[in-house]
């Protein structure tokens, strides 16, 4: 074996394939880059496709340097065309089809591409909002478009299908390796830069280790459901199948129709999905014959989890000791700190103790972390709220086309989280909320957890600070409805809210990660645009 950790993502599947991997690969639905395949692969099957898709793109034109866009639907082929970018030698950007076409179209001016990838939904989403995504690109690759239909610049699969690729081009370690955007909850998303050196040998390498309960077993089903567009995709993949598990299982979106006869044909052993997917298969975790009871590791990033999600899941595996990986990090850095939370835990409910805001640790030998005064920047002691700094070997190379925008959140080699939280004499984390969406008094996220706590019926609550006034909860049902007079039991203790806007999950704007949009939230409402945080960085 020629090395003992993936390094290079342009050839990672040609890797795996010569280590001998006999990892099953199993899909909710065909790949739309080639549907023809069906919903099982292995992966010398997927070394082939990311060979097969680097010569479209070299045929298309792409060239070493280059920066190839890939703007789909939701699938775990934004692994394998990003791997067929880097296998050329160009930088792969993967943007979200779930964003709004005007902030697509911003990101598209920022990055120039040679090639943008994408299908008919989005192009045809984005015209009808008056966008025009492949203006911003030299050429499009349309994946389900028959040949010449939009023009010379606009190229089907058939096009391009049955060129060579050429040998595989190996970048700087600090050289740009792939560009991921943030998740955008309060704006127009910034576009994430990785090095092989941050992404494959920090990120993925880390998790290619085979450590206690957290590290891929021989045996294990692991199964990921959240956005592959995201740049977690690259590290989980890489990371993941490095280590060779029986099986890898890819389900796509939320919906049950969808997930629910995938998990119960291949019942995961590790599962990791966004909260916001947790929290909607939550009623599914509490049904007779549910599928989860294999479960020995629950994972969750993107966003804060409510302790009554992972209560429910670890009460539903039949697993003696199952225990729930919650990490805090961000798309810059990559994981912070991380916490495994078990059933002792979480058992105490209906308290204002902080349970799912502990985060944990700074990852050992990898992270330092300090909170400090946001007006001096000057650290502030042990246990006092502060904003939160981090310093890293995985931290990013800088955001395309916000230069200014990144130099502003480099004190030194620290890195400004824009979170606010505490850290105590031994280390531990508390997150209090973000610093654009914080309170004057308390905090959003303690509110959220309780109210989540207290109130079976309430499948989300958000928070939404207001300057002058108290702070609005919108809350999430089942039907719309909300029991007034559990409400004001839940909230008595609570600092002051005004009434709750009650609505289902359609009446929640959220990111392809399932975060909320506060602010497009904010606008739905008639609340004003700006929250009791200065948002100086977000």
């Known amino acids: 074996m020629p090395f003992t950790k993936p390094i290079h993502l342009g050839t990672l599947f040609d890797d795996l394939a010569s280590r001998g991997s006999g990892t099953a690969l199993h899909l909710s639905r065909p790949l739309d880059i080639d549907p023809s395949r069906g919903v099982e692969l292995d992966v010398p099957g997927a ?71 994408t299908d008919t939904a989005l192009l045809e989403a984005a015209r009808e909002s008056g966008a025009g995504p492949s203006a911003h690109a030299a050429r499009t690759l349309v994946l ?27 970048p700087h370690l600090d050289a ?11 704006g127009v998303p910034k576009l994430v830069v990785h090095s092989t050196r941050t992404l494959m040998r920090r990120l993925a390498g880390f998790e290619s280790h085979r ?17 592959f567009a995201h740049g977690r995709a690259l590290a989980w993949s890489a990371g993941v199948l490095w280590l060779s598990p029986a099986a890898l299982s890819v389900i796509t979106g939320p919906d049950w129709d969808e997930a629910g006869p995938m998990l119960h044909r291949y019942r995961p052993t590790t599962l990791e999905a966004q909260p916001s997917t947790y929290v909607r298969w939550r009623p599914r975790a ?24 992972a209560r429910t899941f670890l009460d539903a595996t039949g697993r003696r000791a199952p225990v729930w990986m919650q990490g805090w990090g961000q798309s810059e850095t990559g994981p912070l700190t991380f916490r495994f939370l078990t059933r002792r835990a979480l058992a105490r409910s209906g308290e204002r103790h902080p349970t799912t805001r502990d985060l944990g640790r700074p990852v050992p030998t990898r992270t ?47 890195w400004n989280t824009g979170d606010l939280g505490t850290i105590s004499r031994t280390g531990a984390v508390r997150l209090v909320d973000r610093e654009v969406d914080s309170l004057p008094e308390g905090s959003c996220l303690e509110v959220e957890d309780v109210v989540d706590d207290r ?38 203790d609570l600092p002051p809210l005004a009434e709750p806007v009650v609505t289902t999950w359609d009446g929640v704007p959220c990111t392809a990660t399932g975060k ?18 200065t948002g100086r960085w977000t």
């Not at 740009?176 to 309060?186: E, Q, Y």
């Not at 509490?286 to 999600?309: K, M, W």
């Open 47 to 117: 070394a082939e496709l990311v060979t097969e898709a680097a010569g479209w793109f070299a045929a298309a034109g792409v060239r070493p340097g280059d920066r190839v866009a890939i703007a789909k639907r939701n699938h775990w082929d934004y692994v394998l065309l990003s791997c067929a970018a880097a296998r050329l030698g160009a930088v792969p950007a993967s943007l979200s089809a779930h964003l709004e076409p005007q902030a697509l179209e911003t990101l598209l001016k920022r990055l120039e591409p040679a090639l943008l990838v």
């Open 176 to 186: 740009p390796l792939a560009i991921m955007h943030t998740s955008g909850t309060t």
């Open 368 to 414: 330092r972390l300090r909170a400090v005064d946001p007006r001096t920047l000057r650290p502030v002691p042990p246990g006092t709220p502060g904003l939160l700094f981090c310093r890293t070997d995985a931290l990013c190379l800088g955001y395309v086309g916000e230069e200014e925008r990144w130099r502003s959140k480099l004190v030194g080699d620290w």
């Open 211 to 227: 450590w206690p309960v957290l590290g891929s077993r021989p045996s294990d089903t692991v199964t990921g459901a959240f956005s």
């Open 455 to 492: 109130l079976p019926q309430v499948l989300e609550c958000v928070v939404l600070s207001v300057p002058g006034g108290p702070p609005v909860p919108v809350v999430v049902t089942a039907d719309g409805h909300l029991d007034a007079d559990a409400w004001r039991k839940a909230v008595a």
């Open 516 to 533: 909320v949009r506060r602010a497009v939230l904010r606008d739905r409402l008639g609340l004003r645009p700006d929250s009791c945080g």
């Open 286 to 309: 509490q049904e007779r014959g549910h599928p989860f009871g294999r479960v020995r590791l629950y994972i969750s990033t993107f966003d804060a989890l409510h302790p009554t999600t």
């Open 144 to 170: 389900d478009s028959p040949p010449g239909v939009y023009g010379p610049d606009l190229l089907g699969l058939d096009d391009v299908r049955g060129s060579a690729a050429p040998p595989p081009r190996r």
